[in-house]
Protein backbone atom coordinates (compact mmCIF):
# COMPACT_ATOMS: atom_id res chain seq x y z
CA UNK A 1 0.00 0.00 0.00
CA UNK A 2 1.04 3.15 -1.25
CA UNK A 3 0.95 6.25 1.01
CA UNK A 4 2.11 9.97 0.15
CA UNK A 5 4.76 7.85 -2.46
CA UNK A 6 5.87 5.84 0.60
CA UNK A 7 5.33 2.08 0.62
CA UNK A 8 3.33 1.40 4.03
CA UNK A 9 4.83 -1.38 6.13
CA UNK A 10 2.72 -0.62 8.71
CA UNK A 11 2.10 -3.94 10.72
CA UNK A 12 5.14 -5.95 9.92
CA UNK A 13 6.09 -7.85 12.64
CA UNK A 14 9.94 -9.20 13.86
CA UNK A 15 9.95 -12.47 12.36
CA UNK A 16 9.07 -11.04 8.44
CA UNK A 17 11.72 -8.09 9.48
CA UNK A 18 14.37 -10.42 10.13
CA UNK A 19 13.31 -13.57 8.46
CA UNK A 20 15.85 -15.69 6.27
CA UNK A 21 14.10 -17.59 3.30
CA UNK A 22 17.93 -19.42 3.00
CA UNK A 23 20.79 -20.09 4.50
CA UNK A 24 23.40 -17.33 4.22
CA UNK A 25 21.52 -14.44 3.86
CA UNK A 26 22.60 -10.68 5.12
CA UNK A 27 20.57 -9.59 8.06
CA UNK A 28 19.84 -7.38 11.08
CA UNK A 29 22.03 -9.12 13.84
CA UNK A 30 22.92 -8.26 17.61
CA UNK A 31 27.01 -7.41 16.84
CA UNK A 32 28.75 -10.42 17.82
CA UNK A 33 26.37 -12.53 15.90
CA UNK A 34 27.33 -10.73 11.90
CA UNK A 35 27.77 -13.13 9.88
CA UNK A 36 29.64 -11.08 7.22
CA UNK A 37 33.31 -9.26 7.31
CA UNK A 38 32.22 -5.45 7.63
CA UNK A 39 28.79 -5.58 9.21
CA UNK A 40 27.84 -1.53 9.42
CA UNK A 41 25.84 0.23 12.41
CA UNK A 42 26.53 1.56 16.18
CA UNK A 43 25.19 0.23 19.01
CA UNK A 44 24.38 -3.77 19.54
CA UNK A 45 22.54 -4.22 16.27
CA UNK A 46 24.46 -3.78 13.01
CA UNK A 47 23.28 -5.15 8.94
CA UNK A 48 25.87 -7.52 7.49
CA UNK A 49 28.33 -6.03 4.84
CA UNK A 50 31.71 -6.45 2.97
CA UNK A 51 33.96 -4.02 1.28
CA UNK A 52 33.27 -5.99 -1.85
CA UNK A 53 30.29 -7.54 -2.75
CA UNK A 54 30.32 -11.37 -2.80
CA UNK A 55 29.69 -13.35 -5.61
CA UNK A 56 27.18 -14.75 -5.60
CA UNK A 57 25.03 -11.76 -4.21
CA UNK A 58 23.61 -12.94 -0.90
CA UNK A 59 19.97 -13.05 -0.26
CA UNK A 60 18.86 -10.11 1.89
CA UNK A 61 15.77 -9.36 4.32
CA UNK A 62 13.69 -6.77 4.46
CA UNK A 63 15.15 -5.55 7.48
CA UNK A 64 18.46 -5.75 5.72
CA UNK A 65 17.22 -3.69 3.14
CA UNK A 66 15.93 -1.29 5.30
CA UNK A 67 19.37 -0.40 7.08
CA UNK A 68 20.66 -0.72 3.63
CA UNK A 69 18.31 2.20 2.40
CA UNK A 70 18.63 4.14 5.26
CA UNK A 71 23.01 4.06 5.24
CA UNK A 72 22.66 4.82 1.34
CA UNK A 73 19.80 7.64 1.00
CA UNK A 74 20.40 9.02 4.92
CA UNK A 75 24.50 8.79 4.25
CA UNK A 76 23.94 10.78 0.99
CA UNK A 77 22.33 13.57 2.75
CA UNK A 78 24.60 13.37 5.65
CA UNK A 79 27.58 13.48 3.51
CA UNK A 80 26.34 16.71 1.34
CA UNK A 81 24.66 18.34 4.44
CA UNK A 82 26.27 17.45 7.56
CA UNK A 83 29.70 17.59 8.40
CA UNK A 84 30.86 14.83 5.63
CA UNK A 85 32.34 12.88 7.59
CA UNK A 86 30.65 9.09 7.04
CA UNK A 87 31.77 6.15 9.43
CA UNK A 88 30.40 2.27 9.38
CA UNK A 89 28.88 3.48 12.61
CA UNK A 90 27.63 6.80 11.92
CA UNK A 91 23.35 5.49 12.59
CA UNK A 92 22.30 2.88 15.28
CA UNK A 93 20.69 -0.41 13.45
CA UNK A 94 17.62 -1.13 15.03
CA UNK A 95 16.42 -4.59 15.85
CA UNK A 96 12.93 -4.84 15.59
CA UNK A 97 10.48 -4.60 12.88
CA UNK A 98 8.91 -1.02 14.45
CA UNK A 99 12.30 0.44 15.20
CA UNK A 100 13.44 -0.27 11.65
CA UNK A 101 10.37 0.94 9.89
CA UNK A 102 9.99 4.00 12.07
CA UNK A 103 13.91 5.38 11.31
CA UNK A 104 13.49 4.33 7.26
CA UNK A 105 10.13 6.36 7.68
CA UNK A 106 12.50 8.90 8.93
CA UNK A 107 14.96 9.35 6.72
CA UNK A 108 12.93 8.59 3.53
CA UNK A 109 10.41 11.99 4.93
CA UNK A 110 13.88 13.70 6.18
CA UNK A 111 15.48 13.14 2.65
CA UNK A 112 12.75 13.93 0.37
CA UNK A 113 11.83 17.17 2.05
CA UNK A 114 15.85 18.23 2.33
CA UNK A 115 15.56 17.22 -1.46
CA UNK A 116 13.13 19.30 -2.47
CA UNK A 117 14.48 22.04 -0.58
CA UNK A 118 17.88 21.83 -2.31
CA UNK A 119 15.52 22.70 -5.71
CA UNK A 120 15.91 26.32 -5.00
CA UNK A 121 19.28 26.65 -6.06
CA UNK A 122 21.94 26.16 -9.12
CA UNK A 123 25.54 26.06 -8.79
CA UNK A 124 28.35 25.04 -11.68
CA UNK A 125 30.25 21.94 -11.10
CA UNK A 126 33.66 22.44 -13.57
CA UNK A 127 35.42 18.92 -13.98
CA UNK A 128 38.10 19.43 -16.12
CA UNK A 129 41.47 16.37 -16.81
CA UNK A 130 44.89 17.35 -16.57
CA UNK A 131 46.02 19.37 -18.86
CA UNK A 132 42.01 20.83 -19.47
CA UNK A 133 41.56 18.02 -22.12
CA UNK A 134 37.63 17.42 -21.86
CA UNK A 135 37.18 20.80 -19.70
CA UNK A 136 32.89 20.76 -19.15
CA UNK A 137 30.66 22.65 -17.13
CA UNK A 138 27.90 21.16 -15.20
CA UNK A 139 25.06 22.93 -13.80
CA UNK A 140 23.62 20.69 -10.50
CA UNK A 141 21.33 22.02 -7.93
CA UNK A 142 23.00 22.50 -4.77
CA UNK A 143 21.88 23.31 -1.05
CA UNK A 144 21.10 27.26 -0.73
CA UNK A 145 23.15 27.48 2.54
CA UNK A 146 25.79 25.26 1.74
CA UNK A 147 29.30 26.11 2.76
CA UNK A 148 30.87 23.10 1.69
CA UNK A 149 34.56 23.00 0.24
CA UNK A 150 35.22 22.94 -3.48
CA UNK A 151 34.68 18.84 -4.59
CA UNK A 152 38.42 18.09 -5.38
CA UNK A 153 38.54 14.57 -4.69
CA UNK A 154 39.07 12.47 -7.83
CA UNK A 155 36.96 9.64 -7.84
CA UNK A 156 37.88 5.75 -8.94
CA UNK A 157 41.03 6.30 -9.34
CA UNK A 158 40.56 9.53 -12.06
CA UNK A 159 42.52 12.28 -11.75
CA UNK A 160 39.77 14.51 -12.31
CA UNK A 161 39.10 17.37 -10.39
CA UNK A 162 35.45 19.10 -9.94
CA UNK A 163 34.65 22.78 -7.90
CA UNK A 164 31.99 23.82 -6.85
CA UNK A 165 31.02 27.25 -8.82
CA UNK A 166 28.73 30.50 -7.33
CA UNK A 167 25.09 29.70 -7.48
CA UNK A 168 24.01 30.89 -11.06
Known amino acids: MRSGGFVSLRG ?7 WEPVGGCWN ?12 YGGGPWVFDNADEEPSPAPVTTIGWRLM ?7 GYHVFL ?9 WFEVPGSAAAGVALWDHTARHSSR ?6 TA ?3 VRC ?22 PITEPRSGSSATCTRG ?3
Open 12 to 18: LDDDEYL
Open 28 to 39: VRRRGQATSSRP
Open 68 to 74: HLVDVIG
Open 81 to 89: WGDGHLTDD
Open 114 to 119: RSAART
Open 122 to 124: RST
Open 128 to 149: ASPGGRRNRRVGVSSPTSSSRP
Open 166 to 168: APA
